[in-house]
């Protein structure tokens, strides 16, 4: 996945692959709602500790270059919050979002997502990618070293899984 240019370093990455039995542009347009990407953060599961977090996203639905979102939420009673934007997109080929400033989670800090989409066959192969640096918060440092990688894996995970449960139908 190719970055964009003026994107800072980030050193921490993980990403998942799939292939999807559908068209770029039918996984593109599934991909670009972002309320299908985000709804692993919108329910209560276990890597959340049983809570969740909301999602508020601007008029132009995360769908545009400059579009904005922000999820808020807690977990284990620590506020959480985090601001991003549409960095790159280019359907039905690739697109990418970043935080905007130092994001209040517990495990990761600032981090570039988005995915690239390829014909592969009659279908499409899907890459999913979270690039990312610990927070510059101790306790959020800490935690990231113990479970950061773990935390972005099921992150991306999730996502792909479930992109393929709903385009494989």
Do not use: N
Not at 118 to 131: F, M, Q, V
Not at 148 to 168: E, I, K, N, P, S
């Amino acid at each position: 996945m190719t970055a964009p240019a003026t994107a800072p370093a980030y050193p921490l990455s993980e990403a998942a692959h799939a292939s999807l039995a559908v068209d770029p542009q039918r996984a593109f347009d599934w991909l670009d709602d972002h309320r299908h990407l985000s709804s692993h953060m919108d329910s209560s599961s276990w890597m959340m500790a049983g809570s969740s977090m909301s999602t508020e996203i601007d008029e132009r639905r995360f769908q545009e270059i400059g579009s904005r979102l922000r999820m808020k939420g807690r977990v284990l009673g620590v506020p959480l919050e985090l601001d991003e934007q549409v960095v790159v997109r280019e359907p039905p080929r690739r697109k990418f979002w970043e935080t905007i400033g130092e994001p209040r989670l517990l495990v990761i800090g600032p981090y570039r997502m988005g995915f690239e989409i390829e014909t592969a066959g009659s279908g499409t192969a899907l890459t999913l990618r979270i690039d990312y640096r610990l927070s510059s918060r101790r306790l959020a440092r800490g935690l990231g070293l113990m479970l950061g990688r773990a935390y972005a894996r099921w992150c991306v995970r999730t996502m792909v899984r479930d992109a393929q449960r709903a385009l494989q139908g």
